[in-house]
C-alpha cells in the first residue's frame, strides 16, 4: 500500500471515529476536533483546485 493510500484511509478513518464519537455523545475531544477540521479543510481545498483546474481546461 502506497503512503498516499494509507494516509486517505487513515483521514478518512478519523473522520469516521469523530462521526461516531458525536454519535453517541462524545463529539468534544479537542484534539479530534482539529484532526477533523484539518483533515476537511484539505479536502475542500483539493477540490478547489480540481474545480478551478478544470475551469480554465474547459474555457481557457
Not at 5 to 30: D, E, H, T
Not at 40 to 48: A, D, K, P, Y
Amino acid at each position: 500500500m502506497a503512503l498516499l493510500q494509507f494516509l486517505i484511509i487513515s483521514a478518512i478513518c478519523m473522520v469516521l471515529i469523530k462521526f461516531v464519537a458525536s454519535w453517541f455523545g462524545y463529539g468534544n475531544i479537542p484534539i479530534l476536533n482539529k484532526l477533523v477540521t484539518i483533515i476537511l479543510s484539505v479536502f475542500v481545498t483539493f477540490e478547489i483546485i480540481q474545480l478551478v483546474q478544470a475551469i480554465i481546461i474547459k474555457f481557457g
